[in-house]
């Protein structure tokens, strides 16, 4: 069992960065996989991207590509998304998700969710 966290979410202007947070508890995190997605109001949940279980590999949707970047530090069950040069089409509730074999249309567990708002 895993339970998932995310922290960091808030209010930054176009142009500026936040990072997001995922923090797990529970055994053998370090076997999953770990996506971020996020939902904008009045829209669908939308995969933002994703990291394997060491950290080796990464995965973005095009439209964060260069300007989100994952991570993830399995010593502290973590998982990071750095977001910078922020759009106001960031805006959105990020989820992250946790998966053994990647498969991001039914992912094992999700955290609850943190709010970010872009502002111009």
């Known amino acids: 069992q895993v339970q998932l966290g995310e922290s960091g979410g808030g209010l930054a202007q176009a142009g500026g960065s936040l990072r997001l947070s995922c923090a797990a508890s529970?055994?053998?995190?370090?076997?999953?996989?770990v996506g971020w997605f996020r939902q904008a109001p009045g829209k669908e949940r939308e995969f933002v991207g994703a990291i394997n279980w060491s950290g080796g590999s990464t995965s973005y949707v095009e439209s964060v590509k260069g300007r989100f970047t994952i991570s993830r530090d399995n010593a502290k069950n973590t998982v990071y998304l750095q977001m910078n040069s922020l759009k106001l089409e960031d805006t959105g509730v990020y989820y992250c998700?946790?998966?053994?074999?990647?498969?991001?249309?039914?992912?094992?567990?999700w955290g609850q969710g943190t709010q970010v708002t872009v502002s111009s």
């Open positions: 998700a946790a998966d053994s074999r990647g498969d991001w249309h039914r992912p094992d567990y």
């Open positions: 529970g055994r053998f995190f370090n076997k999953y996989e």
